[in-house]
């Protein structure tokens, strides 16, 4: 089987999780169907060469996020949502536009490069440890620092809302 046919097929079944996550109303089942998708983002990267990141999207996030994930909302008891009839509408109207936007863009894309998939000459720099910390503490220390902060912010601000529905 081609590479190349393998990568769709992967990216397809990527895709039908996320939507599947988006659009299910129960949010245990879109926490498992993430994990799947999480799956399904590790293949890409093995068929992208990339073996250090499919083996952390793997332990990272199909493992230690999605326990955070399901223990979250085992905890919260998370029942179905009930909006409003318009704000139902609204949602759906943006929802289907920014679906055919992006697909055309896609199609768009796929259309106007016939090259394939772009694969680098060079395959001993893709995805290993070296590489990845030198970028990530270099040209993209910034946005590392912010996510960082962001996460201590919702740490913190976790703890304050525990706090005061105990007291």
């Known amino acids: 089987m081609s590479l190349a046919i393998l990568f769709y097929i992967t990216a397809v079944i990527t895709v039908a999780c996320a939507l599947f996550v988006v659009l ?27 073996y250090f990141l499919a083996v952390l999207e793997i332990i990272v996030y199909a493992g230690a996020i999605m326990v955070l994930f399901l223990f979250v909302i085992m905890l919260l008891n998370v029942g179905k949502e009930t909006a409003l009839p318009v704000i139902k509408k609204i949602g759906n109207f943006i929802s289907i536009f920014l679906v055919l ?58 703890v304050y809302l525990a706090k005061k529905r105990t007291t």
């Not at 983002?41 to 093995?46: G, H, K, S, T």
């Not at 199609?107 to 001993?124: A, E, F, K, M, Y």
């Open 24 to 50: 299910n109303r129960n949010p245990v089942y879109s926490a498992v169907t993430l994990v799947l998708c999480f799956f399904s983002l590790a293949m890409l990267y093995l068929l992208l060469e990339a």
């Open 101 to 158: 936007i992006f697909s055309i863009s896609i199609t768009t894309i796929l259309v106007i490069n016939h090259t394939g998939l772009h694969q680098s000459t060079d395959n001993s720099e893709i995805g290993d440890v070296e590489t990845i910390g030198y970028a990530l503490f270099t040209k993209y220390l910034l946005p590392f620092e912010i996510a960082s902060l962001l996460l201590l912010v919702a740490l913190i601000g976790t």
